[in-house]
């Protein structure tokens, strides 16, 4: 993988506890409604019954909108890989890049390899194992976030909006320890 187009596939959303958002008493909707619910009714056998919980999703649940995200991502390439360039620039990721993009001619020269770089990487018979590497490296507690996220973004019709939704959800991950990719030889 070349050191500017790798992206990090771990789409985390959502605000309060899985995406409730929180009331001014701090407590989020669902905990409000269920204490009021406990503290009313008279307790039955559902009562004390656990919740069903919803099927964990897989790696395999998230290729299909990994695959249409990669090919998003080579379709966007001249909105989104300056952005790309710029976050990395932003955080010195990989280590180095930020002394390469300092000025103007820099990271235009960044921009320029990550767009020949790009047309490798996201190749027709490369898409598959690169989203097999992005969602391998995906926490299983992001995946419902992750997909959720990345049809959203997905669904986008123009590059700019694509790239503005696309962008803040590798941001995130990025500063938490996601891996740099190997320098480009």
Do not use: W, Y
């Not at 966007?76 to 790309?84: F, I, Q, S, V, W």
Request: proline residues 9%.
């Amino acid at each position: 993988m070349h050191s500017i187009t790798k992206l990090s596939l771990v789409l985390l959303a959502g605000v309060g506890a899985f995406g409730c958002p929180k009331s001014p008493s701090g407590t989020t909707p669902t905990a409000t409604a269920t204490a009021t619910a406990t503290a009313t009714a008279q307790p039955t056998a559902s009562a004390v019954e656990p919740a069903p919980t919803a099927k964990a999703l897989t790696a395999a649940d998230l290729m299909p909108m990994c695959t249409d995200m990669a090919k998003r991502e080579l379709e966007c390439k001249d909105d989104m890989l300056p952005a790309l360039v710029d976050l990395r620039i932003k955080l010195d990721m990989p280590k180095g890049i930020a002394a390469k993009g300092k000025d103007k001619a820099g990271r235009d020269k960044l921009i320029a390899e990550a767009k020949k770089e790009i047309v490798v990487d996201h190749a027709p018979d490369k898409i598959q194992p690169l989203c097999e590497a992005r969602l391998a490296s995906m926490p299983a507690e992001a995946m419902t976030e992750g997909k959720a996220g990345g049809e959203k973004c997905n669904a986008e019709k123009d590059c700019k909006a694509f790239t503005a939704c696309v962008m803040p959800m590798i941001e995130k991950m990025m500063p938490q320890g996601a891996p740099a990719p190997a320098a480009s030889k």
